[in-house]
């Protein structure tokens, strides 16, 4: 059986917040300790934060109209908007103060992105940092993405959890690049559903799929959870968690400052002028 150490106050807390739960290293030792040793995917464990109105709740419908591009008109409106995220999960404070710098660099950078079209960020990086996660914590193979992959998952997910706020092309597609905030996101979510499902997985490898035929690709995560195989789910729940709780083990000592700067590095997000 998986044992887990006690673990710092800021990590357990952080870690139940769904946006910046993506920087597990930094916020997240306790809370997918948790969830884990419960035998309940991180997947499951975001629909239940959704409440009876899933998948987008009164409070989650706030926080995709506040992160609508047409509404972020300020800086102090990307403020709003990664405020209200924050205050979703009652963050304790001790956690609000160390998170002060990167907030402000997340909603400074989530801002310029939406002014300059130049300052998102493609797919194929969040795909590369993700990717760069998984290799560092040595997970199953099946856990990488493509840019392929991670595209589709991102149509799908934003369908069923922010469809106001994802960015789009003119003609309502949804676009190859994304704003920091998003791109934080996507990272949590196939981190929760480790990775992509085989069933998306086939359905691109076997050109099924094309972002003009949405309808036909498999739903994903934790729109999908109904209809989940779940002997394989177990499986690889199994064989993801191992693989964590290895990598957790050989660096109790990692220190928040420098993995979350590590993670804003790969992504592109500035340090503060």
């Known amino acids: 059986m998986l044992r887990y150490k006690s673990l710092p106050k800021w990590s357990c807390a952080v870690m139940s917040l769904s946006l910046f739960a993506v920087i597990v290293l930094a ?19 975001e629909r239940s934060m959704m409440g009876s109105d899933y998948p987008l709740s009164p409070i989650d419908k706030n926080i995709d109209q506040l992160g609508e591009p047409s509404h972020m008109t300020s800086e102090a409106d990307a403020e709003a908007y990664v405020n209200a995220l924050l205050e ?7 956690v609000m103060l160390e998170m002060g710098e ?14 300059d079209p130049e300052k998102r960020i493609a797919e194929g ?27 589709a998952f991102r149509v799908t997910m934003s369908l069923g959890l922010y469809p106001k706020s ?12 994304c704003r920091p905030v998003e791109a934080l996101y996507l990272i949590y979510l196939l981190h929760a559903n480790m990775g ?49 709780n290895t990598y957790l083990a050989a660096h109790p000592h990692d220190q928040f400052q420098t993995l979350v700067e590590k993670l804003f590095a790969r992504l592109g997000i500035e340090k503060s002028e």
């Open 27 to 45: 916020f997240g030792r306790g809370w997918f300790s948790a969830s884990i040793a419960s035998g309940v995917s991180a997947a499951e464990r």
């Open 88 to 94: 979703k999960f009652r963050l304790d404070e001790s």
């Open 102 to 115: 990167f907030k402000r660099r997340l909603v400074r950078a989530e801002f310029s992105s939406v002014q």
């Open 125 to 151: 990086k969040v795909a590369d940092v993700f990717n760069g996660l998984m290799d560092e914590w040595q997970t199953p193979d099946w856990t990488r993405v493509s840019p392929a992959e991670l595209h």
């Open 166 to 177: 994802v960015t789009r092309l003119p003609d309502g597609s949804v676009s190859a690049f």
């Open 196 to 244: 992509v499902s085989a069933e998306l997985h086939d359905a691109i490898k076997a050109g099924r799929w094309t972002e003009r035929d949405q309808h036909i690709l498999p739903a994903q995560g934790s729109v999908r959870l109904g209809t989940a195989n779940i002997a394989v789910d177990a499986r690889r729940l199994h064989e993801y968690r191992a693989a964590l």
